[in-house]
């Protein structure tokens, strides 16, 4: 007699549930966790081989400060989408910081207490744009794409009317150390983003907060009926991703010495949705994995230095950097089922 249970019986762990295109589910699993590090493990490898001077230490410290700003507008940006949101300002406020620390540090008499105004102002500045952003999201319940559109907009029309559009230069060596200066050969703004991973990497997984931020991203209204302060939640991490876009800002300007408010921060906010999406992040909320942001990060820095080693054009560079978003996003729909 034929069996009537057949079409009920659970599949077993490697057959495939929807949406898997018939993938095994360990090598789903596999893929969800462990995907970019071995993607990045991947990319070592060919660069090694592929890419000139790859291993010496100058291209290790050339890498580490390329990618060490778009991370650290990242690691802001995945609490944000870990809300459930996303903030298109981030290249704008680096503009702005980028602008009012060096106005600030050549108006001030005094040079060690200009170095520290130069810091401060700026940040608080930034603090300020946040709570506007987290404020219009949370309450107009403006989608955070528009609510941050508009200083997405005005951002770097105020960093051009701050110094009437022309670059400022500044050539202090205090000012300069955060972003053009060396510890053990390796650049200072390599360590500051490593200990930004660190202790937001902590925030996300022993910490209230980071729960709140997750909680938040899965499920507004439910996480507000269980008592979590989804407002002041939302906010406080629109404010933490401005204000580290503003120390991102600060850092460029004291890099290359200069100020020019028509290119500071320019795209970046494409850059660390990128890293931010590569790294496994869904962009739907409910999850932030700041450790694997900066392998998102590292993923496309070790694309871009092993396309431009080998004398391949940067906009092809850019195509590349654009499929891999889409792939990125695609693997996110297949970890929906």
């Not at 700003?69 to 903030?87: F, K, P, Q, S, Y």
């Not at 933490?240 to 991102?248: F, Q």
């Not at 500071?264 to 949705?273: M, P």
């Not at 004398?311 to 929906?336: H, K, S, T």
């Amino acid at each position: 007699m034929a069996r009537l249970d057949t079409a009920t019986t659970p599949p077993t762990p490697t057959t495939a549930v929807a949406g898997g295109a018939g993938r095994p589910a360990w090598w789903r699993n596999f893929g969800q966790k462990y995907g970019a590090l071995a993607a990045c493990i991947v990319l070592l490898l060919l660069n090694c081989f592929l890419t000139p001077h790859f291993l010496s230490f100058r291209t290790l410290g050339i890498n580490l400060q390329q990618m060490s700003t778009t991370t650290i507008v990242a690691i802001g940006m995945t609490l944000v989408i870990g809300t459930g949101g996303i903030d298109l300002s981030v290249g704008s406020l680096m503009a702005i910081a980028g602008v009012v620390g060096p106005l600030v540090f050549l108006h001030t008499a005094n040079p060690v207490l200009g170095l520290i105004l130069s810091f401060l102002v700026p940040l608080a500045a930034m603090a300020l744009c946040g709570l506007f952003n987290g404020w219009l999201v949370t309450r107009f319940d403006i989608q955070p794409i528009i609510a941050t559109l508009i200083l997405f907009i005005a951002g770097r029309g105020i960093a051009q009317v701050l110094t009437n559009g022309a670059a400022q230069v500044i050539s202090s060596p205090s000012f300069g150390w955060i972003g053009g200066g060396s510890i053990l050969g390796l650049p200072v703004q390599a360590y500051l983003m490593l200990i930004l991973v660190a202790i937001f990497a902590l925030i996300m997984a022993k910490t209230t907060f980071g729960r709140y931020i997750q909680a938040t991203g899965g499920n507004k209204e439910a996480a507000r009926l269980a008592g979590i302060p989804v407002k002041r939640t939302t906010i406080a991490t629109y404010v933490i991703v401005a204000l580290l876009a503003g120390l991102a800002g600060l850092i460029v300007v004291s890099l290359n010495a200069d100020a020019d408010p028509s290119t500071i921060g320019l795209n970046v906010e494409l850059a660390a949705i990128a890293a931010v999406a590569i790294g496994g992040t869904p962009l739907m909320g409910g999850q932030a994995k700041v450790v694997g942001t900066l392998l998102g990060a590292l993923i496309v820095q070790l694309i871009y230095t092993a396309l431009v080693g080998n004398n391949v054009p940067d906009p092809v560079a850019q195509v590349v950097n654009a499929a891999i978003i889409l792939g990125a996003v695609a693997l996110q729909r297949q970890r929906q089922y």
